[in-house]
């Protein structure tokens, strides 16, 4: 006999329960329980343990079955026993399951405890793409000079992007302007100057706009050109608007964008939406560089609107983002841009 029990009925009733052999399977079912509480490795392994043997039709219940072989008198003695298995059993269960659970959680606090010692893992940082920084800082000059930024849509109405703009119906001005039709009358605007129709049918002045966007041309792409690039387009509108206001907007404009010894070239040039129209350049280390098309709004714009064009003149101005930045830079390939590349991009972090 393997363990001792205040019930060892063997010992109290040798006789009977030797005859019956069933005091025996209890002594050893118990023995066996016992030896399972001390192996469970673990809460789930316990809990599966406590099923076998006490479960409902666990084996330690399972030998009350034998109750019924026994002669009457014998059998409350003998129900105590197993009784008193089942309490041995479950008292061995309850202070397994307090270690393992302990340990248990010892286990799981060790395992998620933090390290803080440890160096942390380093995350590659975002950044923004050369064109937002450039975009950001003339946002940042026009803004401060008291220009409203509005945006425009890029698939824009033929009338918007051409005809409001005073370009006469099959004028060679709109085929250096290639363009991506959509539909008969609606196209992939080819230049933000699009917008001017836009407000002027909604404002009336004085204005003060600028807008800044993609544009679309079908052109064949090269190093200085691309299906696919950013202009600004800054006008007003005001009373005696003339070319001095263009030269000293689009001055200071130059000089807070490529320093404050720029000088701004204008010469003579042909926009259907200008008049006088030229356009400028800036000196800039040593050679002039053509930096976009300026002029006065022409009063067929201003009258077809509506605004009174004795009373209220405007100038308008345009350029490249990508030019911008690539005269800041020396950048000398547009397609850069839209490869996206990250050792290019990268070289502008915190420019
Ligand atoms: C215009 O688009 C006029 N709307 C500018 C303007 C505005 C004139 C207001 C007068 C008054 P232009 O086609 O020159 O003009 O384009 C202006 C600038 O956009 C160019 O100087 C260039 O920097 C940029 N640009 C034009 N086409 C492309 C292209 N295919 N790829 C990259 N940049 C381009």
């Given amino acids: 006999?393997?363990?001792?029990?205040?019930?060892?009925?063997?010992?109290?009733?040798?006789?009977?329960?030797?005859?019956?052999?069933?005091?025996?399977?209890?002594?050893?079912?118990?023995?066996?329980?016992?030896?399972?509480?001390?192996?469970?490795?673990?809460?789930?392994?316990?809990?599966?343990?406590?099923?076998?043997?006490?479960?409902?039709?666990?084996?330690?219940?399972?030998?009350?079955?034998?109750?019924?072989?026994?002669?009457?008198?014998?059998?409350?003695?003998?129900?105590?026993?197993?009784?008193?298995?089942?309490?041995?059993?479950?008292?061995?269960?309850?202070?397994?399951?307090?270690?393992?659970?302990?340990?248990?959680?010892?286990?799981?606090?060790?395992?998620?405890?933090?390290?803080?010692?440890?160096?942390?893992?380093?995350?590659?940082?975002?950044?923004?793409?050369?064109?937002?920084?450039?975009?950001?800082?003339?946002?940042?000059?026009?803004?401060?000079?008291?220009?409203?930024?509005?945006?425009?849509?890029?698939?824009?109405?033929?009338?918007?992007?051409?005809?409001?703009?005073?370009?006469?119906?099959?004028?060679?001005?709109?085929?250096?302007?290639n363009s991506f039709f959509v539909t008969d009358d609606r196209l992939m605007r080819t230049q933000t100057t699009a917008l001017q129709g836009r407000i002027m049918a909604n404002r009336r002045p004085p204005f003060r706009i600028a807008t800044i966007g993609r544009c679309f041309r079908y052109e064949a792409v090269d190093a200085t050109h691309h299906h696919t690039f950013h202009q600004v387009d800054i006008f007003m509108v005001d009373e005696k608007i003339s070319m001095a206001d263009l030269k000293g907007t689009l001055g200071t404009f130059a000089r807070s964008m490529f320093g404050p010894e720029t000088l701004v070239r204008f010469r003579p040039d042909f926009f259907p939406f200008v008049e006088p129209g030229v356009d400028y350049s800036i000196l800039w280390q040593g050679r002039w560089l053509e930096l976009g098309g300026a002029g006065l709004i022409h009063p067929n714009i201003l009258q077809a609107y509506g605004i009174n064009t004795e009373k209220y003149s405007g100038f308008a101005f345009g350029l490249g983002v990508e030019r911008t930045h690539m005269i800041q830079t020396g950048v000398n390939d547009l397609r850069l841009y839209l490869e996206n590349d990250v050792r290019f991009l990268r070289q502008f972090q915190g420019a």
Wanted: a negative charge; charged letters at 25%.
């Fill in 1 to 177: 006999m393997s363990v001792s029990s205040p019930y060892n009925t063997a010992v109290l009733r040798p006789n009977v329960y030797e005859d019956l052999n069933v005091s025996e399977p209890i002594d050893n079912k118990t023995a066996e329980a016992l030896k399972a509480v001390t192996a469970a490795a673990s809460v789930a392994e316990l809990t599966a343990v406590e099923l076998r043997y006490l479960g409902k039709k666990g084996e330690i219940n399972e030998l009350r079955r034998a109750i019924g072989t026994l002669p009457a008198e014998e059998r409350p003695a003998f129900g105590a026993s197993i009784n008193e298995a089942a309490a041995r059993v479950t008292e061995a269960l309850e202070d397994r399951r307090a270690v393992l659970k302990s340990g248990e959680l010892r286990a799981q606090l060790q395992a998620e405890s933090v390290d803080i010692t440890l160096p942390g893992a380093v995350l590659p940082a975002g950044g923004l793409h050369p064109l937002t920084i450039t975009a950001d800082r003339i946002k940042e000059v026009l803004g401060g000079m008291g220009f409203e930024f509005v945006d425009g849509p890029e698939l824009e109405d033929y009338a918007y992007n051409f005809a409001a703009l005073n370009y006469p119906e099959d004028h060679p001005a709109m085929d250096e302007q």
